[in-house]
């Protein structure tokens, strides 16, 4: 009984098993409370006047009484023979008769523990509820009624005369007595059933909340546990807090080794950075074999311990992934890709050959023909056979210098030089070859001197292709070729800007990615590597190439090369 009834009683549940557990405890209170209220009580009996007891055979028979009755609750409460709820109203109105038997034994209107009839009130509305509570307000207002009835027809103890009890003057005392304690006990019974019910709705909410979260707790912890991708979380000293089983499989280290460790001292190849996207890196697993792995890192917003609410959150989130296997597929791809542009590369130079060699295979065949009346052939057929040769020497020739130069793209060689000086060298190099390039009017409109960091030598192979096509465009046209340029200058990094704007036809917009094609071209003496050999310098220069054109310009190529 006793482990029974000193059980932690949980939040108020309308369930039969809480309701009994309640009772018990309400029966170890009572026990408990008359106890302390009579012992303590007895210790002033002859020392304080106005305190009224009934002689002590009387005290020790009506505790013997109402421990007797407690245990048989008990044993009667364990056997659950009878509802919970109509016991709970039996042992509150027994509770409500022994107070009312002990407020008539200590003076009726004028005892001491008057005011303790309010707790079988207060408890009827706790336990049982609204409907409970107002019932046993109900029974002790009666009860105490009977009480100050008895006391107002003369129906006292013989023992009250020896004391300092003095009876009521008038009726009006006693009824006002009655009113008073009869509305408290209503109101106490109203207002603890108003509250349990408040508990009872608040504990079905708590714990339909706490199922939810636990719900989501054991979804998390799946989730987090199941997923393919490690995640590291650390706090705001960058000590590692979690660590699911992707990354102890990825990374080889276990678990119970990196919780509570540096994260750098753990992971000393694994760089976080602000502001940092996704990273690669080679890491060695526990094992001794060698890894890639691809790794980012975001800030979570956690809130910080009580003081530290001025400084900025530094709780990481780290997600980590095995890359090896996807870096060498994606070099399969990039291999296979690459043999099937090599193949249409050497399809189309086979095509582009076929003009030339027969050009020049047709020139030879008439020199053989005439090689005996070689005296006899006319000096202008005879120089025109041996341009042709030459020429169509010199196109493939030229188609094989760019072939190659596209596909085994030299090392970069950055340095420091003027880019304006280099201009000048290009134009006045194009200007030269008249055979090449039909002359046109070139204004270079850039700053002196112009800081460049780059290839030099590559530099010059794309402003030659540039201009070449510029002036070639406005030959036609007799327009002009306008070269300028500008700094742009942002947050991460310097930028050089340059542009080589020409008044030809211009290229039209759905052509305009199409030109950087290899082999793609519309001129009739171009070999189509040009402006692809551009793209491809300007891309390993981690630049930007962009085609536009306006009113006033038909073509305008715009080059962005990044500074050191």
Known sequence: MFHCITRS??????????????????????????????????????????????????????????????????????????????????????????????????????????????????????????????????????????????????????????????????????????????????????????????????????????????????????????????????????????????????????????????????FPVILLQENQGRCVCDFQKIDGSLIRIGYSSSYLNMPLAKGLEDQQARWKVITLQDISQIERMEQQVREGEKMAAIGALSASIAHDFRNPLAAISGSAQILTMEQANIAALNPTTFKTLLGIILRESNRMAKTITDFLQFARPAPIHAEWFDLSSLMDTVITKLLAESNTVVAAKISNEMDRPLDCWADRQQIQTILTHLLENAMVATSATQGVVVIANQEIHSTDQEVLCFEIRDQGPGIPPDLREKVFTPFFSSRTDGTGLGLAIVRQIVENHHGRIEIDGNATYGCIIRVSLPLA
């Open 9 to 266: 009683p949980p939040p108020v549940t309308d369930s039969e098993q809480e309701t009994r557990r309640h009772l018990l405890w309400w029966i170890l209170i009572r026990i408990l409370l008359f106890t302390l209220l009579i012992s303590s009580t007895s210790l002033f009996r002859g020392k304080v006047h106005s305190v009224i007891l009934p002689p002590l055979p009387v005290t020790i028979a009506f505790l013997l009484g109402l421990y007797g009755f407690s245990i048989g609750s008990v044993l009667l409460l364990r056997k659950r023979s009878w509802p919970a709820r109509k016991f709970g109203i039996i042992q509150l109105f027994s509770d409500t008769v022994f107070t009312c038997l002990l407020v008539y034994g200590t003076g009726c209107s004028q005892s001491v523990f008057t005011p303790i009839l309010i707790l079988p009130v207060i408890a009827g509305g706790l336990i049982l509820y609204r409907t409970g509570g107002l019932i046993l307000a109900a029974a002790t207002t009666l009860l105490y009624g009977a009480v100050l009835g008895c006391e107002l027809l003369g129906g006292i103890p013989g023992y009250f005369y020896t004391t300092a009890y003095k009876a009521p003057d008038t009726f009006f005392i006693d009824s006002n007595l009655f009113a008073i304690y009869g509305l408290i006990f209503f109101l106490a019974a109203l207002l603890s059933g108003q509250l349990a019910r408040r508990l009872r709705f608040t504990e079905e909410k708590l714990s339909k909340t706490a199922l939810e979260y636990d719900r989501l707790s054991i979804l998390y912890k799946q989730i987090f546990d199941d997923i393919s991708t490690g995640i590291i979380t650390t706090d705001q000293k960058d000590f590692i807090t979690s660590y699911n089983q992707a990354a102890e499989r990825i990374t080889g280290h276990p678990r119970e080794r990196v919780l509570g460790q540096a994260f750098n001292r753990c």
